[in-house]
């Protein structure tokens, strides 16, 4: 295997609210491999946004952030905040979710490319910047006949796909990709998961795509990781993870689909915690049916169940830390209808 | 009970319904530029609504859908054709004429969170329709009516949320409490736009299954209007496929979803994202996007796009600028400028017109282009476009190209759906 | 979404909340909802709002009460025996803040000065409103002729020079009305029409395509009950600041107005600027203090009104509003490699 391009351990990061910190993200690890794509997944309120922002240095103020993220053995987080713009800028791009409020209206769009290539790699001459744009745009079909144009005079699927090539001009290793397509349209959404798919093919770069649909994840990524309440609950190739979830939430959030093949409906039961006060032990034993009374209690370890999968769920272990009595059914408050979703 | 009558006359009843957005007295488009001209967002559209039915609207933004369902609610005006609630003519009615009928039709939005007037509690909103048609004699009843909305959407106990304001209530609780303001008036038909296409996916499920206790209690008929073909499927008796402003395939759930005629409707189903792992990224998509609403393609609106487009289609100088835009993008730099060097100035040939004239760049001559134009046609035979030029002919320092007659097609049945698309020659025009 | 980062409007209890009878919940319940941000509010902005807040009041009052704190009418040159005061007095146990030209007392100017400043802007503040938030309202819901006609008056008024378009107005005014009160209060709210009607018109095209407001045309609602429940109340929030603000404008162009003599005439009223005019030529004899008293009265007054103003923006502005953010103290990490942290930390 090669060795991870982006390696995360133990994020966290802590909103200041006046009602107390609010635990966006609690404790999140994972690997990104060159020429990968791993969907983060989950619903609203679950982190995945905040840590792809944390990720990227973008979180706004009063935000405290703790762990590690080792990019090419440096560890991002450790270093004075200027040493990690420059590392981040031409390495780790991020694509964001309204291409609409992304681009400069006043600027065409070879000057955004201009400016890009200008700041990051100062040395090229204006002819290769010009074939390295048109490059960038032709891959994501922008026809070189608009080149000159401004944003306003694209559509939003077009205006994503410039955003997209503006963000892969640099050649950056790391794609962060927040909700690149909740925007659009389904065949546009199509569309760019299809240059997305190619992307790693041909360059090598590692994808972080974090959505909250998980048809597009099935389809665009190799690996997922589900979030809940600011943790990853489990972890795997997205192949088995859909084939046999084992934790109880990606099992219900999985059935709670409506797909093509969708003859009844199943929705989970209650409303995602309060992180600001996140219920005791595992943060989804309110919900879940298959509680056992260690859930409410400690908080589940982390396992590996099946090869290439990592799993926080007591049902999967370690038994030795279980107190006696710990697998029981757990008989959970009844969630008053007041409390649904 | 239902009479006969009621049983016989559609609940719906839609012919040629046209809304055009008049762009003549926007200043930004003066500002630009810009003719006069409208977006005809709703273009000839007709259906009927059965009591009891739910009959989803299915399309991308740009289609049409969302005017059209606005329309119906008088919300937007109708420029031409005419809408029928239980047979009497509501389309033109003048506002105050039309007020008595609001109680009969209701609709809910596409975001839970800006349904709900941020200024008003739970009890206020919800019960606003009541008191402003008059309904209620005083603030118990009031109370007891809006307790008992309330209630039938699962947003109780109905105490504690009386004097909730929108901002203290998560997205599926906020269209639980629209959809109580929808249904307090006791409407027949609900127009219902996107309903849960903002909420996450466990609470569509949630919100879905309301919607279907509702319409089974209280005996709904819904318009469904959505982007999503995996939820329309679910919860939809008849479909109806939109581009464009019309309507291009429209049939009971099962045969479009079996059997997809029109190639707009395959193309949305092989593209809907599915979690099923041994699914890969659809490849032969449709390429292009939805085009202009306000200058949409001669012919029929779909064939810029279509991947089975064939002279009849109705093709124009436009879809000449299209392929080369197509051909350059994906060529290296080089060659591009070489070949951009031919032909002149391209504004000439982005014309609406079924006749293109290309000219030649300068120092070139027609005789140039047209061996662009044959190299091109030769490097791909099978492009749809080449079935529908007629003639291409070099004069001088322009070549002018002809197009085979197109027509636009209209709905006409095959099978139990009816398909505007010329692949289908029905028996009759619908 | 967006939910679990915001403060919870109120309360901060709900079981004693709950406890009240359901009418008094709602009315206080609103009423905490509007005080809300203040509670939150802490250190600068807070204490700008007071303190502009405590001065306001103060001259509030002074202008109330003016008869009893006053030791002399704003027009008074003699004593009740019928001595003449001595004119240009320095400030002494009689005169604290001395006598000017005419041997009336700064003082008691002053504050009689305040009464006219109050209630001119009072009046004109309400003038204006009256006009300017209808129209606003009506012509940004409206839209259409009426609004680009209204649109292009409006602006051509805001391009006048506010100052010489009040002395246009209160010299057409006058002939009608004299040169008191309500000519100075009816030509500043003339003035200030304009700022109101852009403000609400602005406002109300923006939520005009909400989704609440269609759903209130789709309930059945007339024109007149949308323009007021859904659109008004919801854009009525940028009023007091814009109301404090020009009412801090308002009392400088009536002190100009005063000064040039287009104002109030001296025997309606007592008025800063008009005093301020008649102290120039004092000042080159070293009499100070005819000037500065009603000199320092303006800058007060103007000062007081536009902190609670532009406190208020501060505090209520959910744009500019700066959330109290505790310092978010992590407990440490337990060890390396994906391990969790211990189940109980102690909240903030």
Request: net charge negative.
């Amino acid at each position: 295997m090669n060795p991870p391009v982006l390696s995360v351990r133990d994020l966290r990061v802590w909103y200041g609210t006046a009602r107390g910190a609010v635990r966006a993200v609690d404790g999140v690890s994972f690997d990104l491999t060159p020429g990968e794509t791993l969907g983060l997944v989950g619903e609203s309120g679950c982190g995945k946004s905040t840590l792809g922002r944390g990720l990227m240095g973008l979180l706004p103020e009063g935000t405290a952030i703790d762990g590690e993220i080792h990019y090419e053995d440096r560890d991002l987080l450790a270093l004075p905040p200027k040493q990690q713009r420059s590392v981040r800028g031409p390495d780790i791009a991020m694509i964001f979710q309204e291409p609409m409020t992304r681009l400069d209206p006043l600027m065409r769009i070879d000057d955004h490319f201009a400016e890009t290539l200008k700041t990051h790699e100062p040395d090229l001459s204006a002819q290769e910047i010009r074939t390295r744009s048109l490059e960038a745009l032709g891959g994501m079909g922008i026809p070189p006949t608009r080149f000159r144009q401004y944003p306003h005079e694209f559509s939003g699927g077009m205006r994503q796909r410039i955003m997209i090539a503006l963000a892969l001009v640099l050649r950056p290793r790391v794609v962060i990709a927040d909700e690149p397509t909740t925007a659009l349209d389904v065949l546009v959404e199509a569309q760019i998961l299809g240059i997305l798919a190619d992307l790693r093919r041909n360059f090598d770069t590692a994808l972080l795509l974090i959505t909250h649909n998980l048809g597009i994840v099935a389809e665009a990524c190799d690996r997922v990781a589900v979030m809940y309440a600011g943790r990853i609950v489990e972890e795997g190739s997205s192949r088995d993870v859909f084939r046999e979830p084992q934790h109880p939430y990606t099992q219900a959030l999985l059935g709670s689909i409506i797909s093509l093949s969708t003859t009844e409906l199943r929705s989970i039961p209650g409303a995602p915690p309060d992180l600001s006060m996140p219920p005791p032990g595992c943060r989804f034993h309110p919900r879940c049916d298959q509680a056992m009374v260690v859930c409410a209690d400690r908080e589940p370890i982390e396992e590996r169940p099946l090869p290439g999968r990592r799993v926080s769920c007591w049902r999967y272990g370690p038994d030795e830390e279980i107190p006696p009595g710990g697998t029981e059914p757990l008989v959970r408050e009844e969630i008053a209808v007041a409390d649904e979703a | 009970m239902r009479t006969k009558r009621e049983e016989d006359t559609p609940l719906l009843d839609v012919r040629d319904l046209t809304t055009h957005f008049s762009l003549r007295g926007s200043f930004g488009g003066r500002l630009i530029g810009r003719d006069a001209g409208s977006v005809k967002a709703v273009d000839g559209v007709s259906f009927q609504l059965h009591h009891g039915e739910v009959l989803g609207l299915v399309g991308e933004s740009g289609s049409g859908k969302t005017t059209l369902g606005r329309t119906i609610l008088r919300l937007a005006d109708a420029t031409g054709g005419s809408i029928r609630l239980d047979g009497e003519e509501i389309a033109h009615l003048s506002e105050s004429a039309f007020r008595p009928y609001r109680r009969r039709m209701q609709i809910v939005f596409q975001d839970p969170h800006a349904s709900l007037n941020p200024a008003m509690d739970l009890l206020t909103a919800v019960g606003h329709p009541l008191v402003i048609h008059g309904l209620v004699k005083d603030k118990a009843a009031l109370r007891v009516a809006v307790g008992d909305a309330l209630e039938r959407v699962g947003l109780a106990p109905v105490e504690r949320f009386f004097d909730k304001y929108p901002s203290d209530l998560s997205g599926g609780q906020k269209q639980r409490a629209v959809l109580a303001r929808a249904i307090i008036l006791g409407p027949e038909l609900l127009v219902a736009d996107e309903p849960v296409s903002m909420l996450d996916m466990s609470v569509r499920a949630k919100i879905l299954e309301l919607m279907l206790k509702l319409k089974d209690e209280l005996d709904l008929t819904y318009l469904y209007i959505t982007h999503d073909l995996a939820t329309a499927k679910f919860f939809c008796d008849r479909i109806a496929i939109m581009y464009l402003g019309r309507i291009v395939e429209i049939g009971p759930t099962a045969s479009i979803f079996a059997d997809p005629k029109h190639p707009y409707t395959v193309s949305l189903l092989r593209a809907i994202p599915d979690p099923d792992p041994d699914r890969t990224v659809p490849r032969d998509l449709p390429r292009g996007e939805v085009p202009d609403a306000v200058q949409p393609p001669l012919g029929c609106s779909f064939h810029p796009r279509c991947p089975r487009a064939f002279g009849r289609c109705g093709w124009e100088s436009r879809d000449l600028a299209d392929l080369f835009e197509r051909r350059w993008t994906a060529m290296a730099e080089a060659d591009y400028e070489h070949e951009r060097a031919t032909v002149g100035d391209l504004a000439r040939i982005e014309a609406a017109t079924t006749a293109a004239t290309v000219p030649a760049g300068r120092g070139r001559t027609g005789e140039d282009v047209l061996e662009l134009l044959a190299t091109i046609r030769d490097a791909d035979a099978a492009e749809p476009f080449w079935s529908g030029v007629r003639e291409m002919t070099a004069n001088g320092d322009h070549v002018d190209v002809t197009f085979t007659d197109g027509e636009d097609p209209s709905l006409r049945a095959a099978g139990d759906v009816e398909v505007a698309c010329h692949l289908y020659e029905g028996a009759t025009s619908a | 979404m967006a939910s679990q980062l915001e403060t919870p409007p109120v309360p901060s209890s709900p079981q004693e909340l709950d406890d009240l009878a359901p009418m008094q919940r709602r009315r206080l319940g609103a009423l905490r909802r509007m005080w809300a941000p203040m509670h939150d509010a802490k250190g600068m902005p807070k204490a700008i709002v007071w303190v502009g807040i405590g001065i306001t009041v103060a001259f509030i009052l002074m202008a109330i009460f003016a008869t009893q704190i006053a030791p002399y009418a704003f027009d008074q040159y003699k004593t009740a025996e019928g001595v003449r005061f001595i004119k240009q007095q320095a400030p002494s146990a009689q005169h604290l803040f001395g006598t000017n030209v005419m041997s009336t007392d700064v003082l008691s100017r002053v504050i009689f000065g305040s009464r006219t400043a109050i209630e001119v802007v009072l009046l004109s503040l309400f003038v204006s409103m009256g006009i300017g938030l209808p129209l606003g309202l009506i012509s940004g819901y409206h839209g259409g002729k009426l609004d680009r006609t209204l649109l292009v008056f409006m602006d051509a008024m805001l391009a006048f020079p506010s100052l010489l378009f009040a002395i246009v107005i209160a010299f057409l005014l006058s002939k009608t009305f004299g040169h008191g009160v309500v000519t100075a209060a009816l030509a500043i709210s003339i003035v200030y029409v304009p700022q109101y009607f852009r403000v609400v018109r602005n406002h109300v095209i923006s939520i005009r395509e909400e989704s609440y407001v269609e759903a209130a045309r789709a309930m059945g609602a007339r024109p007149w009950t949308i323009m007021r429940r859904y659109v008004l109340q919801n854009v009525i929030q940028n009023v007091p600041i814009i109301a404090t603000l020009n009412a801090a404008d308002a009392i400088l162009t009536l002190a100009a107005l005063g000064f040039l003599g287009y104002g109030i005439q001296p025997t309606e009223a007592a008025e800063w600027g008009y005093d301020i005019q008649r102290a120039i030529s004092d000042a080159g004899a070293g009499i100070w203090w005819t000037g500065l008293f009603p000199g320092l009265a303006i800058v007060l007054l103007v000062t007081g009104l536009t902190l609670v103003g532009e406190g208020l923006n501060d505090v209520l502005n959910p744009v500019i509003r700066k959330r109290p953010i505790e310092p978010v103290e992590l407990p440490p990490r337990e060890g390396a490699e994906a391990e969790p942290e211990p189940g109980d930390e102690d909240q903030t």
